[in-house]
């Protein structure tokens, strides 16, 4: 069984830099073509996704926020971290990570979420 | 970067059919996934790779993509689908992935 969950501050001043951090268990991040990704969701509005790492140390971001974010993996510890640099109250939301699909493109399972809320 | 476009609400009265559609440029050249999401839940993926379901989720959810339009079906609509629902690509030209806008779908 694949489970993962997201954990780190839930608030944030403008300006600081957000480091979550995503503990998974049920798979290996060194398995051909796993990866995990990270999604946020602001209050009351649509999915939209962030990054991604895969296996093989490849990373992927959105090219909207490409200059703000980092991810990275520790696969010892079953573990992946995001940061979001330069905080803004925009960023305020809820942020997943998920698990993507051996066999294709899709996230299953996804963790619980974390409430992020930027605010001085 | 890839747009998908999706209706904001869609109403269906119990035991009816809802369709929820999802538009992007030759979508259909793109395998196209689907996510339930309930109040106050994370999403779960209803249908991947354009009409797949993953184990436990009811046949009444069914999924088609062609064109520029993929859909998601649900048949025998009931109370328990009531929720957002999200379409899901990934971009190959980019290695992006994206998401649609979201549908919310209310059982009447």
């Known amino acids: 069984q694949i489970t993962l969950k997201e954990s780190g501050p839930t608030l944030v001043q403008p300006t600081q830099t957000l480091t979550l951090t995503c503990t998974f268990s049920?798979?290996?991040?060194?398995?051909?073509?796993?990866?995990v990704g990270w999604i946020r969701q602001p209050p009351g509005k649509a999915l939209e996704w962030l990054a991604i790492?895969?296996?093989?140390?490849?990373?992927r971001y959105s090219p909207s926020l490409k200059n703000r974010l980092t991810i990275t993996k520790d696969t010892s510890k079953n573990q992946v971290v995001l940061t979001l640099t330069n905080m803004d109250p925009v960023d305020t939301g809820t942020y997943y990570c998920?698990?993507?699909?051996?066999?294709?493109?899709?996230?299953?399972?996804w963790g619980q979420g974390t409430l992020v809320t930027v605010s001085s | 970067s890839y747009v998908l476009t999706q209706p904001p609400s869609v109403s269906v009265a119990p035991g009816k059919t809802a369709r929820i559609t999802c538009g992007g440029n030759?979508?259909?050249?793109?395998?196209v996934h689907w996510y339930q999401q309930k109040p106050g839940q994370a999403p779960v993926l209803v249908i991947y790779?354009?009409?797949d379901r993953p184990s436990g989720i009811p046949e009444r959810f069914s999924g088609s993509n062609s064109g520029n339009t993929a859909t998601l079906t649900i048949s025998r609509v009931a109370a328990g689908d009531e929720a957002d629902y999200y379409c899901q690509v990934w971009d190959s030209s980019s290695g992006a992935y994206v998401f649609g806008t979201g549908t919310k779908a209310t059982v009447l």
């Open positions: 030759d979508i259909g050249s793109k395998r």
């Open positions: 790779s354009d009409s």
């Open positions: 790492i895969y296996w093989d140390d490849d990373e």
């Open positions: 998920a698990h993507k699909a051996v066999r294709g493109n899709w996230f299953d399972p």
């Open positions: 049920g798979f290996s991040l060194i398995a051909s073509g796993v990866g």
